[in-house]
């Protein structure tokens, strides 16, 4: 059976039908978003706009201060350890075994000048001495002889009726009269050493001192030139104290044959003891006058006097060899001298400065000297210039500035509430939605 035929027309008609509805489904939202869009704009033209606020943008508030010229005793810092003004290892200048020491020879102890340390057996040294004086009898009997027998030659060669005058020497014994005289002081000189001996077999502190070291105890035998003990004087102490090259310039340092003039110079010493510092008062005792070549610093030496209190009570704590020390070296005074916080300075050289209009002005200074707190200055600033102690973030040279607790210039308003000063660039206003 042969199908139905159906013309092109009727076979289209469907698919237009089915474009037609897709067709719908895209316009649709894309009318809606349109039509939304549209009704956004007209309802945004027609609302009320906001009202406008004027914003002011208020200047920097800064602390300052005044800047006032005086004269300034420099001083310069240093640092450096405790060292005894003298240290002697003392030796032994006799041999023998060590027959006695004394209870405070030991690490610590303190001698006065003169005080026995330890005793070296003296037997042999007390016998020495005695065959010294023996030899000194005989040769005190032996010069009595021979002033007798120059007596007798003498009566002799008057039998001959001639001059004394013209007698030889030999006639008179004067050769023999010389030799025994001569006998006699040799004599005499090793009794002498022989009493010199036996008294080193005492050993003395040199001078008021402290044991530091012991190197031999009782019962050791010790020879001629072998190490007893080591000692320092406590009388005074001294501190070698570094100076840097451009600080030099600041002491009064005379010449190195002229310690005089150093003499007074004040030198204070600090050290940390229980959580508080404790100062002695020291002077410079000498300049050493030499450039240490590989630190290339100069040194110069303070003198502190009875550092272990031994003397005098007048300091609580004492100031022990071999304690580091922080010193204060005054030096010399400058006139008409400027004194600027060092948390003022900006950069390498340059101070922020309010003037008589409040206004910015950054300025370089030359600055003399520099410690851990100040910079120093001969440069010359207004009557009505003030320095300024606040750090600005956005500096600009001729800015406005406000100035705590002071009036503000016309056209600048003040904060009366000192609310921050630390917040230098503020922008104070707002704006309604």
Do not use: C
């Amino acid at each position: 059976m042969t199908p139905p035929v159906t013309s092109p027309t009727e076979q289209t008609k469907p698919e237009k039908q089915r474009k037609m509805v897709q067709l719908r489904f895209v316009l649709w939202p894309i009318a809606i978003i349109v039509a939304a869009i549209v009704l956004l704009g007209v309802m945004g033209a027609l609302a009320p706009k906001p009202e406008k606020k004027p914003f002011t943008v208020k200047a920097p508030l800064v602390e300052v201060q005044d800047i006032t010229s005086s004269d300034v005793q420099f001083v310069i810092a240093s640092q450096g350890s405790v060292l005894p003004r003298t240290e002697t290892v003392i030796v032994s200048e006799v041999s023998g075994q060590v027959v006695s020491v004394s209870d405070k020879f030991i690490a610590g102890g303190f001698f006065k000048k003169g005080e026995q340390l330890l005793s070296i057996n003296d037997i042999d040294y007390q016998v020495a001495l005695l065959q010294a004086k023996a030899r000194l009898h005989v040769a005190e009997a032996a010069l009595m002889e021979e002033k007798a027998r120059v007596e007798q030659a003498k009566e002799e060669w008057g039998l001959t009726g001639k001059s004394l005058s013209d007698a030889p020497a030999l006639a008179l014994r004067k050769p023999q009269l010389q030799k025994a005289k001569a006998d006699l002081e040799a004599a005499q000189a090793d009794v002498q050493a022989a009493q010199i001996k036996l008294e080193r077999t005492k050993i003395v502190a040199p001078y008021d001192a402290m044991l530091k070291t012991k190197h031999l105890d009782i019962g050791q035998f010790v020879g001629v030139g072998g190490q007893i003990a080591t000692t320092f004087a406590v009388d005074y102490a001294e501190i070698r104290l570094p100076v840097k090259f451009q600080d030099i310039d600041f002491l009064s340092l005379p010449k190195i044959n002229n310690t005089d003039a150093l003499q007074g110079s004040r030198v204070d010493l600090h050290i940390d003891v229980l959580g508080q510092q404790q100062t002695w008062q020291a002077q410079l005792a000498r300049y050493e006058g030499v450039v240490d070549m590989n630190s290339r610093v100069h040194y110069v030496v303070a003198q502190v006097d009875d550092p272990y209190n031994l003397f005098s009570e007048n300091r609580p704590y004492e100031l022990r060899v071999g304690t580091f020390v922080n010193g204060d070296i005054y030096g010399k005074t400058v006139t008409d001298i400027t004194a600027i916080p060092r948390a003022a300075v900006r950069g390498a050289n340059s101070v922020h400065l309010v003037t008589s209009k409040n206004t910015l002005d950054v300025r370089e200074i030359d600055i003399l000297r520099g410690d851990a707190n100040y910079v120093y200055t001969r440069d010359k600033f207004a009557p009505d210039e003030r320095l300024i102690l606040t750090k600005l973030e956005l500096p600009v040279n001729g800015m406005d500035l406000r100035v705590v607790n002071d009036q503000s210039p016309t056209g600048i308003e003040q904060d009366s509430a000192q609310t921050d000063v630390n917040n230098n660039v503020s922008v104070n206003g707002e704006t309604n939605d």
